[in-house]
């Protein structure tokens, strides 16, 4: 947990989930890239938790679930949330994640992302399939920033298994 200031232009968390989409298009009213958005004085309070639980039986583990948040509140009315949270089933072979974030939340221009991935480990764990999709925006020629969807199915190997 962080109590923070937000003074004289300097902004906590400037390296975030969405800098990369901040550089053309800051979160908020303005629609203005981050180095020309304005960002009132004032105050926040920032949280970052992650939590796990696991479940062992004879014979092995049984299930396993995963969640990882981070939320700052600011005085002016702002809200950031970026999750994740992920189950695994069948002794781990398995694993199901679903992923947020949203910026500027509270304030005009907030945006929300979404995806979901599923994991499937092969051969003890050897080899994985992995299908994941989602929502992302695009930035565009005239500064704005475009919202559509992806969609990635792959293979792979894991030799620290």
């Known amino acids: 947990l962080e109590m923070r200031r937000q003074h004289g232009g300097f902004r906590q968390g400037y390296f975030g989930p969405d800098y990369e989409l901040a550089r053309f298009k800051a979160a908020g009213p303005e629609g203005v890239p981050l180095a020309e958005a304005s960002f009132p004085d004032g105050y926040s309070a920032y949280g970052e938790a992650e939590v796990g639980w696991d479940a062992v039986r004879y014979g092995g583990l049984a299930k396993h679930l995963k969640l990882s948040l981070g939320a700052e509140a ?30 500027g939340m509270g304030q005009p221009g907030a945006r929300y992302l979404g995806s979901a ?45």
């Not at 992920?86 to 949203?102: C, I, T, Y």
């Not at 051969?123 to 920033?145: N, Q």
């Open 117 to 161: 991935e599923v994991r499937w480990r092969l051969l003890g764990g050897m080899l994985y399939a992995m299908g994941m999709g989602g929502t992302l925006l695009f930035p565009t020629p005239e500064g704005t920033l475009r919202p559509g969807a992806f969609a990635s199915v792959g293979m792979g190997v894991d030799n620290a298994r």
């Open 74 to 103: 600011f005085s002016w009315g702002r809200f950031d949330v970026d999750g994740r949270v992920a189950v695994q089933l069948f002794a781990r072979s398995l694993e199901v994640a679903l992923k947020g974030l949203g910026m």
